[in-house]
């Protein structure tokens, strides 16, 4: 049982270079959810879906894009990455929405 | 405005030392209250769910207490694995958690 994995751990890009980041969960949960941390700011929530095939926005979505094709996956996509967008990117997933279990974490560098 | 505030930043113990963190929050509706644990370089770590004000969780050296507008993670007789990052959140309206900035604890032995 792997819980919550991220692919991939670390990744460097050039601004304007696209990339997307890959969520797994093995535990049949229906929500998902996408958070960045940086320094001083805590947890902000990009995007979230409550089910297959569906998505919302959270508190900070712009220049990012979500699918949730599969049950199982959750993607986040950067399609022309920003110096701003540098941060610790961290997916969750839930039965229900307030007790989330976390991946491991995406450390992304914007160049 | 909705706003969780931890306090302090920061705080460094030594082995045996007793302490609190404080989880003040502004949330019209609270729905419930989170407690988190991280580790540098992992991702958070659910420990404490609180729904309503006088309930108390515990687990091992930990007990979480809440209020109508804070909540409490009291550490007893800390150990150095203890030291960790310790974030609260709260439910609210859209079922979405809101974080606070966390304090990081440090346990010297």
């Known amino acids: 049982n792997a819980g919550v994995t991220q692919t991939p751990k670390f990744r460097v890009l050039k601004t304007g270079q696209s990339m997307t980041l890959l969520c797994a969960q093995d535990?049949?949960?229906?929500?998902m959810y996408w958070y960045r941390q940086d320094p001083g700011m805590g947890l902000r929530l990009i995007h979230y879906?409550?089910?297959?095939?569906?998505?919302a926005k959270g508190e900070v979505p712009d220049g990012y894009n979500v699918s949730r094709l599969k049950k199982q996956n959750f993607l986040l996509g950067l399609e022309s990455a920003a110096p701003s967008q540098t941060s610790v990117y961290f997916c969750?997933?839930?039965?229900?929405?307030?007790?989330?279990?976390f991946g491991p974490g995406t450390r992304l560098t914007v160049t | 405005e909705d706003q969780v505030t931890q306090s302090p930043e920061a705080l460094r113990l030594q082995e045996g030392e007793s302490s609190s963190l404080n989880c003040s929050y502004t949330v019209s509706g609270l729905r419930g209250l989170f407690w988190y644990r991280q580790d540098p370089g992992k991702g958070p770590e659910f420990l404490f769910t609180?729904?309503?004000a006088g309930e108390e969780k515990e687990k091992e050296r930990l007990k979480a207490t809440l209020t109508k507008k804070e909540s409490f993670l009291h550490i007893t007789a800390p150990k150095p694995e203890d030291s960790a990052t310790y974030l609260c959140?709260?439910?609210?309206?859209?079922?979405?958690?809101?974080f606070g900035g966390g304090t990081r604890l440090m346990v010297k032995p």
């Open positions: 609180l729904y309503s």
């Open positions: 969750a997933s839930s039965t229900i929405p307030y007790e989330q279990y």
């Open positions: 535990m049949n949960h229906e929500y």
């Open positions: 959140a709260v439910v609210k309206a859209g079922n979405m958690l809101t």
């Open positions: 879906s409550v089910g297959e095939g569906t998505t």
